[in-house]
């Protein structure tokens, strides 16, 4: 079993910056990447940005050159810090562990909520 513990969520004015942190613990020998995901009012989950075991990232066109994902390997930890956030950002955030088995655990979310 695998154990997601995000924080780091909300409020926040637009323009300002919030960082999410995502600590995996349990079974976790083979994680390979690690990843943020977001569920807007009335939207589907959609992917932020995913980060792998190397550091290769890949992000949402949405959030370029405003989010950056990093991860501590060590700490088993993931980081997605956020800047320049807008009302659209609102969201629950979502960690995920991938394993290159296609196994994936998800965190209980953590809300983002960003004023106008």
């Known amino acids: 079993q695998v154990q997601l513990v995000e924080s780091g969520g909300g409020l926040v004015q637009a323009g300002g910056s919030l960082r999410l942190s995502c600590a995996a613990s349990?079974?976790?020998?083979?994680?390979?990447?690690m990843g943020w995901y977001r569920q807007g009012p009335g939207k589907q989950r959609e992917l932020v940005a995913v980060i792998t075991r190397g550091g290769s990232t890949n992000y949402a066109d949405s959030v370029k050159d405003r989010f950056t994902i990093s991860r501590d390997n060590a700490k088993n930890t993931v980081y997605l810090q956020m800047n320049d956030l807008k009302p659209e950002d609102t969201a629950v955030y979502y960690c995920k562990a991938i394993f290159p088995n296609g196994l994936n655990y998800w965190g209980q979310g953590t809300q983002v909520t960003v004023s106008s």
């Open positions: 349990g079974s976790i020998l083979r994680l390979n990447a």
